[in-house]
């Protein structure tokens, strides 16, 4: 059963301290997406690559936010300083591109993120 | 860029009822609607899509419904069960050519089934 992987599940950090999640998409997906969830704003796109490049990053508070996919196994989302109103669950997801395309998106179980 | 509302945003029923969520979309563009339900604790999951070219879909005990020319679509739960009891996204999309692009989520409907 392929999965969406993501670490850390819980992270618990103080103001000004760099975060830095990880993401590994399904096998085979070459589309990958980072959502914020906040009970506030619901599920935000702050990111989202197609092989591996990033197509649009627009939701992403570009001062200390940056997403980057070393490779096509691995998505990093890092925070640097973080500040408490980061305090959020953040999914990652995959997708893949193929005909027919069913659109759907695997979410991964998401990193829960509290900065002190 | 698109924008997705969606009403109520808690909805209590009883069990065995039905349950209606309804969402608005801005771009007319947008030609793939999908929902997810989110458990407690849990990701969200896809459980029923809907594609500019139909009106209506049904799967079981749920179904969508599209209208395009007013730009917004429902999903209706009937018989509704505790194990429904979940968060309920609506969401948009541009996709073409076999890309699965940005989807662009409603706030969430806390659906609470009442045994």
């Known amino acids: 059963d392929a999965r969406v992987t993501q670490t850390p599940r819980h992270k618990v950090t103080e103001m000004g301290q760099e975060v830095t999640m990880r993401c590994q998409p399904i096998l085979g997906h070459n589309t990958v997406f980072w959502y914020r969830q906040t009970m506030m704003q619901g599920l935000e796109l702050l990111a989202y690559?197609?092989?591996?490049?990033?197509?649009?990053d627009s939701g992403m508070p570009k001062d200390r936010f940056s997403a980057e996919m070393p490779d096509a196994t691995l998505a990093t989302l890092k925070i640097q300083p973080s500040e408490p109103r980061d305090s959020a669950v953040y999914f990652c997801?995959?997708?893949?591109?193929?005909?027919?395309?069913?659109?759907?998106?695997?979410f991964g179980e998401g990193s829960r993120l509290t900065v002190l | 860029g698109e924008n997705v509302e969606q009403h109520p945003s808690t909805l209590s029923v009883q069990e065995g009822d039905s349950a209606v969520i309804k969402c608005t979309y801005s771009d007319s563009a947008s030609n793939y609607f999908p929902w997810y339900k989110q458990e407690l604790g849990k990701r969200p999951q896809l459980i029923i899509d809907i594609r500019s070219n139909v009106g209506e879909k049904k799967d079981q005990r749920i179904a969508v419904t599209l209208n395009k020319t007013a730009k917004h679509f429902s999903l209706h739960i009937t018989e509704t069960q505790p194990e429904d009891s979940a968060v309920y996204f609506c969401a948009a999309s541009m996709n073409y050519g076999g890309a699965t692009n940005k989807l662009i989520f409603g706030t969430g409907t806390l659906l609470a089934v009442q045994p």
């Open positions: 997801a995959s997708a893949i591109v193929r005909q027919p395309n069913t659109g759907e998106l695997f």
């Open positions: 690559f197609r092989n591996r490049a990033p197509l649009d």
